[in-house]
T-cell receptor
């Protein structure tokens, strides 16, 4: 019963390096999301994908790109990492099932440090 | 625009005493509201949700929340705290412009003293 799986769990990068964070869900959910969590700020939405084949910007998209590879997988890419992107990144998914405002299910996060 | 304010950044209670975590929201629509819990080094787990049915919502682990439209509040309560309740709690409102987007409060860290 995996739910939402994120890899890697931890990563240290140097400024300017690139990296892709991976996320997969096994709940047949249509919608997937990427958030970042910084101290005292709750979670902020980076990008989301309402359904396979679509992606949209969230609150803080600058410096990131995403790919909805298929229904299960949604990746987040940092093309040129900056220290301001040091954060904990969470992937989430939710079903539609004809009901609006479905709760989101979260992975355990990727802790990313950029030196 | 939607927003949510958690009134306390930290709450400390003794084991066996009641828990109250306060949340106010701002919404021009009938909102959907959620409480999530986050244990250390873990993702967020849904505690309960309100979606315009009963105003008193029961969740997991003995938590409940009451939607009060006149006060624009959605406070989380539990009659008796357990050590395992120590975690961070987030009040969340859905974005009326998109059923896919959630707006998170800044969180309340609950400390439970033995």
């Amino acid at each position: 019963n995996a739910g939402v799986t994120q890899t890697p769990k931890f990563q240290v990068l140097k400024t300017g390096q690139s990296m892709t964070l991976q996320c997969a869900q096994d709940m047949n959910h249509n919608s997937m999301y990427w958030y970042r969590q910084d101290p005292g700020m709750g979670l902020r939405l980076i990008y989301y994908s309402a359904s396979e084949g679509t992606t949209d910007k969230g609150e803080v998209p600058n410096g990131y790109n995403v790919s909805r590879l298929n229904k299960r997988e949604f990746s987040l890419r940092l093309e040129s990492a900056a220290p301001s992107q040091t954060s904990v990144y969470f992937c989430a998914s939710s079903g539609t099932g004809g009901e609006v405002n479905q709760p989101q299910h979260f992975g355990d996060g990727t802790r990313l440090s950029i030196l | 625009a939607q927003s949510v304010t958690q009134l306390d950044s930290h709450v400390s209670v003794s084991e066996g005493t009641p828990v109250l975590l306060r949340c106010n929201y701002s919404s021009s629509y009938s909102p959907s509201l959620f409480w999530y819990v986050q244990h250390p080094n873990k993702g967020l787990q849904l505690l309960l949700k309100y979606t315009s049915a009963a105003t008193l919502v029961k969740g997991i682990n003995g938590f409940e929340a009451e939607f009060k439209k006149s006060e624009t509040s959605f406070h989380l309560t539990k009659p008796s705290a357990h050590m395992s309740d120590a975690a961070e709690y987030f009040c969340v409102v859905s974005d009326a412009g998109s059923s896919y987007k959630l707006i998170f409060g800044s969180g309340t860290r609950l400390l439970v003293r033995p």
